[in-house]
């Protein structure tokens, strides 16, 4: 006989079972996913493309550091999008907490 938390015959050690998945927990999955591979490709192209630059630096003799710039500015995007993927989705609840500080906005102040 099979329970709700475990995937194997019950009385036996297993997994638990996946929860019911809706189909907007999908969605939002697969969005965090693609979002995450993104970042992947984009840390890696960052990496290899800054690398790249140094080396050129590097090898026309150094001086002024102009790979720095490159550095920074891409950097910048690059901490802009983990930050992006990093914040939690939009929830209910945050609807609700900005509709009643919109409310509270509307009131004339005498009330």
């Not at 475990?6 to 638990?16: H, L, V």
């Not at 993104?38 to 630059?53: D, E, P, R, T």
Request: charge should be positive.
């Amino acid at each position: 006989m099979w329970n709700d938390t475990e995937r194997t015959p019950s009385g036996d050690a297993g997994t638990p079972a996946p929860p019911q998945v809706t189909d907007a927990a999908r969605a939002l999955a697969r969005k965090r996913i693609e979002k995450r591979r993104g970042l992947q490709g984009g840390l890696v192209a960052y990496v290899v493309v800054n690398a790249a630059f140094v080396g050129i630096w590097v090898v026309t003799g150094g001086g002024y550091f102009w790979p720095g710039w490159i550095l920074a500015l891409w950097g910048v995007g690059m901490v802009l999008g983990i930050w992006d993927y990093l914040r939690r989705p939009i929830s209910e609840d945050d609807v609700e907490a900005e509709l009643r500080r919109m409310a509270r906005r509307r009131r004339p102040l005498g009330e």
